[in-house]
């Protein structure tokens, strides 16, 4: 059986360094782990796709070829990429591995939010057990309200591709371990965060403190395992949570939330 990892978070939250620090962290634990650069778009990769869709569509190369603008490119390359799904369908389920981790484009919306992504997603992972993880930038997360729109956002993209899926707080290299630590508080206990958003007057204008008690058991019901893929700290407690997800099936998240490994 092989377990599919898609890498997925806003641009720069992440995803293309902790795609490469992960599949180093798993082949020192001797795993036989892929790479898949999903990004026709990235200019440069800090690992060695062993499959790459800039090899089968260039966003610099649709952005001239078709004249159009970053955006546009993007968007269009996102759409070429499904025209050669059966190419890239085959050369992925060819890699004799354990693990296959794939990186996203850089932008989220012009992949998870239009039809391509979720389509391309779904056929790279026919043949395996997938888990989706949802990189939170730890530096946006400074302010309570920072934190509830990455929650909003992750549940959204949850609702969108309906994978089991582990958000991930990367990059807490750069912000104080208090902060880390209270953060995993809120996944644990969302009264404290209802108090803290409640003291933003953004937050407070829009919603009540029930409309937040409606919303945040589902919000928290995630994991939440900070990372950082510089010092390679948390990489073993996001393994684990992995291997708990794909030994224990499907139905992974809608269970409640557990302590971590
Ligand atoms: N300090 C620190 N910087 C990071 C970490 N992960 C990524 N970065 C930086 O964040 C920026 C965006 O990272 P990247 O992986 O390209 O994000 P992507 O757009 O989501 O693929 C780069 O400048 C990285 O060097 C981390 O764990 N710690
Ligand atoms: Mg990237």
Do not use: C
């Not at 969302?190 to 829009?206: A, F, G, H, K, M």
Request: hydrophobic content about 45%; overall charge negative.
């Amino acid at each position: 059986m092989v377990y599919y990892i898609v890498v997925l978070g806003t641009a720069g939250s992440g995803k293309t360094h902790l795609t490469s620090t992960f599949q180093g962290w798993l082949e020192d634990f001797g795993f036989a782990v892929a790479t898949v650069n999903l990004d026709p778009a990235a200019e440069w990769l800090p690992y060695k796709p062993d499959v790459d869709v800039r090899e089968y569509v260039n966003a610099r190369e649709v952005m001239e070829k078709y004249n159009l603008g970053p955006n546009g490119a993007l968007i269009a390359s996102a759409d070429l990429l499904v025209t050669k799904l059966n190419e890239i369908y085959d050369e992925v389920s060819a890699l004799r591995a354990n693990y296959v981790v794939i990186d996203t484009p850089g932008q989220l919306e012009v992949f998870a939010f239009r039809e391509s992504g979720p389509l391309i997603l779904n056929t790279l992972t026919s043949d395996g057990k997938t888990v989706v993880l949802f990189l939170i930038d730890a530096v946006f997360s400074m302010r309570a309200s920072g934190f509830l729109s990455a929650l909003l956002l992750a549940s959204s993209i949850n609702v969108r591709l309906g994978k089991s899926q582990v958000n991930v707080l990367t990059k807490i290299d750069l912000i104080e371990k208090e902060r880390v630590e209270k953060l995993i508080e809120y996944m644990e206990n969302y009264d404290e965060l209802i108090t803290d958003l409640l003291s933003e007057r953004q937050v407070r204008i829009l919603w009540s403190t029930s409309d937040l008690e409606a919303i945040l058991p589902r919000l928290t019901a995630y994991e939440l395992i900070p990372v950082s893929s510089i010092t390679r700290e948390g990489f073993d407690n996001l393994y684990a949570i992995i291997q708990r997800i794909v030994a224990g099936g499907e139905d992974y998240y809608t269970e409640e939330p557990s302590p971590i490994l």
